[in-house]
């Protein structure tokens, strides 16, 4: 894996390492450089955009006078870049193919980058992978991204599930393996997508509850990373949840 880079930085006296890879923008505020990471967290330092930009390095743009992004915290670009946290930033409309083509290149280099580090290459080396799973009382799976042209998270493919996965999803495990969730829903909700890009780009943490109109059930779902662009994830029907209280 590569080795992780730090910027240091002051911020409200106090000095601080940021992980590079957890930045998703930096914006100008008058004389002070704002710096936006992953659980919206915002660090103020008196750095210029020149000096942060020389010290972070390559996967950041320049988007208008006064912003940096992170290329990997991009989603989409129309009128505002659209990042995937569901932030909206503007930028110089000139910049517009620039940013295009960054993409681009970009996504062939994660692409790339998803293709080593050990990922199992058969059904049966992922099973081999998750045996100890077949046997949990909860369902959970192994889903690799599939990403478009323009690095958009599209769909995702389930490369492992254990036997609780198959009935909460109501339908066979050799339905579900190796095959893309949108063509076995296709009222696929985009919501899911999201959180599952986000744990797979930037390594989150996540936990979701909400319904799934795939298989009208209520879910709560954590997903984490697994392999180079693949998360996990464990769900619950929440219906059959028992939630007790700590007090007597």
Not at 38 to 46: A, E, H, I, M
Not at 76 to 84: A, E, Q, R, W, Y
Not at 92 to 107: D, F, H, W, Y
Not at 126 to 155: C, W
Request: glycine fraction near 6%.
């Amino acid at each position: 894996m590569p080795e992780e880079r730090y910027i240091t930085i002051v911020s409200e006296r106090k000095t601080i390492a940021l992980r590079v890879s957890t930045i998703l923008y930096v914006l100008m505020n008058g004389k002070y450089a704002n710096i936006h990471v992953l659980g919206d967290q915002v660090y103020r330092t008196t750095m210029t955009l020149g000096e942060i930009e020389e010290k972070i390095g390559d996967g950041f743009l320049r988007v208008h006078r006064g912003c940096l992004v992170a290329v990997m915290a991009i989603h989409n670009v129309t009128d505002t870049i659209n990042l995937s946290n569901g932030e909206s930033l503007g930028y110089t409309a000139r910049k517009k193919g620039e940013i295009m083509k960054t993409l681009r290149n970009a996504q062939q280099d994660v692409i790339r980058g998803f293709q080593n580090h050990g990922v199992p290459m058969t059904d049966d080396e992922y099973h081999d992978y998750y045996r100890s799973f077949d046997q949990l009382p909860f369902a959970f799976t192994d889903i690799e991204m599939v990403f478009d042209e323009e690095k958009r998270a599209v769909d995702w493919i389930f490369r492992y599930g254990n036997p609780e996965l198959a009935r909460l999803e109501k339908l066979p495990l050799d339905r579900l393996i190796g095959n893309s969730f949108g063509s076995l829903f296709s009222n696929m909700d985009s919501k899911w997508l999201r959180s599952y890009e986000r744990a797979v780009l930037y390594g989150e943490k996540l936990e979701l509850i909400d319904y799934s109109p795939e298989i009208d059930t209520n879910l709560k779902v954590t997903c984490f990373p697994t392999f180079p662009g693949h998360c996990g994830c464990i769900l619950f029907n929440i219906s059959e949840i028992e939630f007790v209280s700590s007090s007597q």
